[in-house]
């Protein structure tokens, strides 16, 4: 599948780091490095934009080697990226390490997944047909 791509920053366009790879790098586009205090939260641009075709979105998710080695995850985590939407792609950074964090120009940030989406339409019922689990919520199904 082809997506249209503007690519304004000063890094290569998003890949996949191998041929296994589900999502696509994307990088840090900023003039100077930004600190992250703990706790703290900072929405760091890409430089990119893109047009993905109807029936598609792309979800921003975190990279685990940042996680792992500086606490630094995504919030609202997978982030959507509709169809329609044209503007910059920014990704929303939180650090949960103790201590100050630094993200640089160039940092891969996050990874870009691609994904196909069904539309539905609401079938207004007066009753749902009953299954095992019934109404059991969080943890109804047991821990083995």
Same mark, same amino acid.
């Given at each position: 599948?082809?997506? *249209?791509?503007?690519? *304004?920053?000063?890094?290569?366009?998003?890949?996949?780091?191998?041929?296994?790879?589900?999502?696509?790098?994307?990088?840090?586009?900023?003039? #100077?490095?930004?600190?992250?205090?703990?706790?703290?939260?900072?929405? =760091?641009?890409? /430089?990119?934009?893109?047009?993905?075709?109807?029936?598609? #979105?792309?979800?921003?998710?975190?990279?685990?080697?940042?996680?792992?080695?500086?606490? =630094?995850?995504?919030?609202?985590?997978?982030?959507?990226?509709?169809?329609?939407?044209? /503007? #910059?792609? *920014?990704?929303?950074?939180?650090?949960?390490?103790?201590?100050?964090?630094? =993200?640089?120009?160039?940092?891969?940030?996050?990874?870009?997944?691609?994904?196909?989406?069904?539309?539905?339409?609401?079938? #207004?019922?007066?009753?749902?047909?009953?299954? =095992?689990?019934?109404? /059991?919520?969080?943890?109804?199904?047991?821990?083995?």
């Amino acid at each position: 599948m082809k997506v *249209k791509i503007v690519n *304004k920053s000063s890094h290569p366009s998003p890949h996949y780091a191998t041929p296994g790879s589900s999502g696509l790098d994307i990088r840090a586009d900023i003039i #100077e490095p930004i600190q992250f205090a703990p706790m703290e939260r900072r929405l =760091i641009p890409t /430089g990119i934009f893109i047009a993905l075709p109807i029936g598609y #979105e792309a979800q921003v998710r975190p990279r685990s080697g940042l996680a792992l080695k500086q606490g =630094i995850t995504c919030l609202n985590s997978p982030g959507t990226v509709d169809a329609d939407y044209r /503007g #910059e792609l *920014k990704v929303l950074l939180i650090n949960l390490s103790a201590e100050m964090q630094v =993200i640089n120009n160039g940092d891969r940030i996050a990874q870009l997944v691609i994904q196909q989406v069904e539309r539905i339409e609401w079938e #207004e019922v007066e009753t749902l047909e009953e299954t =095992i689990r019934g109404v /059991g919520g969080f943890g109804s199904t047991g821990n083995h």
